[in-house]
Structure formats: C-alpha cells, structure tokens
Nanobody
Framework: VQLVESGGGLVQAGHSLRLSCTAS????????LGWFRQAPGKEREFVAA????????SYADSVKGRFTISRDNAKNTVLLQMNSLKPEDTAVYSC??????????????????WGQGTQVTVSS
C-alpha cells in the first residue's frame, strides 16, 4: 500500500493551497480517508476526514469553514482544499487510510496506512 501526497508549498497568509493524496495497493473505495498535520515540536493533530463514499465528513474546529475534504474514487485520490490559510496552519500534512471508520472521529492510529507527508508553510 502506498499513499503519496502532493501540493504543499509556501504561501502567504490568506491564500489557498490544494493538497492531493493518491493511493495504490488497496481497494480505495473501501477506506475512509483523512488528513492530519504535525507542526515542529507539536503532536500530530487531526484536520479532516471523509467516509468511504464521501457522504460523511468531519473537520477539526480550527479548519472548519476554511478547509474542504473530498475524494474521487475513480482516481484513488483524496483532496484537501485549504482556503484563507493562516501561519498557524504551517505543518507537515499527511493523508491516512482507515479500514474501520475510526478516522472520522479524528483519532490517529498506527493501524492506518500513512503517506510520507507534504510540507505546508504559511507566511504572515
């Protein structure tokens, strides 16, 4: 199983980025998917998650109204549209695939499949 993120970069506050995560080696439509982030010196934190057919989504309070998660099962891809970025959004963003459903509750787990991450830096 492989999850590969892309789309990170350096942007100014108030601008947007769209992250993409493409999966291989698993039955993509059977997995709930999520995004987590980790800033230097901080623990990994939940950002957003989406159910296997995209009906249910969940978001961290800190990103509600600014970030949108979506998925394209035909392309084995999950997206994270990030608008109105803030310096505190700076982190390494990683996608994860969860076969059980717990990811929608925002809890990271070693049982998930994880990508390597992509750096997002927001300057003030």
């Amino acid at each position: 199983v492989q999850l590969v993120e892309s789309g990170g970069g350096l942007v100014q506050a108030g601008h947007s980025l769209r992250l993409s995560c493409t999966a291989s080696g698993l039955t993509f439509s059977g997995y709930n998917l999520g995004w987590f982030r980790q800033a230097p010196g901080k623990e990994r934190e939940f950002v957003a998650a989406i159910s296997w057919i995209g009906v249910r989504t969940s978001y961290a309070d800190s990103v509600k109204g600014r970030f949108t998660i979506s998925r394209d099962n035909a392309k084995n891809t999950v997206l994270l549209q990030m608008n109105s970025l803030k310096p505190e959004d700076t982190a390494v963003y990683s996608c994860a695939a969860d076969g059980r459903g717990t990811i929608l509750g925002g809890t990271p787990s070693e049982d998930y499949y994880w990508g390597q991450g992509t750096q997002v830096t927001v300057s003030s």
